[in-house]
């Protein structure tokens, strides 16, 4: 199942969740803790969701990436689901919360005791070819920030690699992104796509500085190639055994939170690649 098809899944999933008076916000002040985007195992999800989360707390994670979850699986089970398998949710991905999503947007941050919502970013959206496009982009994203303020949460954006690929007036968007909005608003850099952009990663996070709050941290032979257009990325490795220099990509995040493993797509089983990617970190200081 592609990214596509997964986020299809989701139409009937937004549940009946109660919105508190008042959201607890979670705790999210030590430095770069151990996730994963559950985006990696929404097969095994979609058949066992708390087979699956339980395999994950035994890998050693505590906490994990939400993303959006199959029409038969609402936010309550889901956040149920999540503490029962001792987890905690270190981030969300969620739509931007324009007309009927704000109230999934509040939704989501309550259910699931987190106040850091970020914008997935999927798909491509072709007002990035210009500057007036990325403007009004910039502009919807500083509206999205102000709304989730009002609400005492955090509002991030996730990059793909047309975001370091497109370039308008001779600049990459990327740097339209890091200068024109709002300074309240985080990153989440995906270093796998930074470096299918061409781009090394390590770079692009020191350049982010303390906005790169989160990293999606993953390993394969990232380079570019048509079939991401499709979305059909090349299979992706265990972190540690891809062309990524993750190391590198460690040691340059001093401001990063979280550390979220991701896999697009993988050959084999993905939990054996989830242990894998699990023992490397472990080996460089990620818990």
Request: charged content about 25%; aromatic content about 12%; hydrophobic content about 40%.
């Amino acid at each position: 199942m592609n990214r596509k098809q997964f986020l299809q899944l989701t139409g009937g999933a937004l549940g009946a969740a109660a919105i508190p008076q008042s959201l607890q916000a979670f705790d999210a002040t030590a430095k770069g803790k151990l996730s994963i985007q559950l985006y990696t195992i929404r097969d095994a999800i979609k058949a066992d969701l708390e087979g699956s989360l339980n395999k994950l707390a035994s890998l050693g994670f505590k906490y994990v990436e939400t993303a959006f979850w199959p029409e038969n699986i609402t936010l309550k089970r889901a956040a149920d689901a999540i503490k029962a398998a001792g987890l905690k949710v270190s981030s969300c991905h969620v739509e931007l919360p324009f007309d009927t999503n704000q109230k999934v947007f509040v939704e989501t941050a309550a259910a699931f005791e987190c106040n850091r919502l970020i914008w997935h970013g999927w798909p491509e959206d072709k007002r990035y070819s210009s500057l007036a496009g990325t403007r009004e982009l910039i502009s919807m994203y500083n509206k999205s920030a102000v709304f989730a303020k009002g609400l005492g949460l955090e509002f991030g954006l996730h990059n793909h690699w047309w975001e370091f690929r497109n370039k308008v007036e001779g600049k990459p968007v990327f740097e339209y992104l890091l200068k024109e909005t709002d300074p309240s608003i985080f990153f989440e850099i995906d270093t796998y796509w930074v470096k299918v952009a061409g781009y090394t990663p390590s770079d692009i996070i020191t350049k982010f500085g303390k906005r790169a709050r989160y990293l999606h941290v993953k390993d394969g032979p990232a380079e570019w190639n048509e079939k991401l257009v499709s979305d059909n990325p090349d299979p992706m490795t265990a972190v540690g055994k891809g062309t990524q220099n993750i190391p590198g990509i460690i040691n340059a995040a001093k401001h990063a939170d979280y550390f979220v493993v991701e896999m697009d797509k993988v050959e084999g089983d993905v939990f054996e690649k989830i242990k894998e990617s699990v023992e490397y970190l472990k080996k460089l200081g990620v818990r």
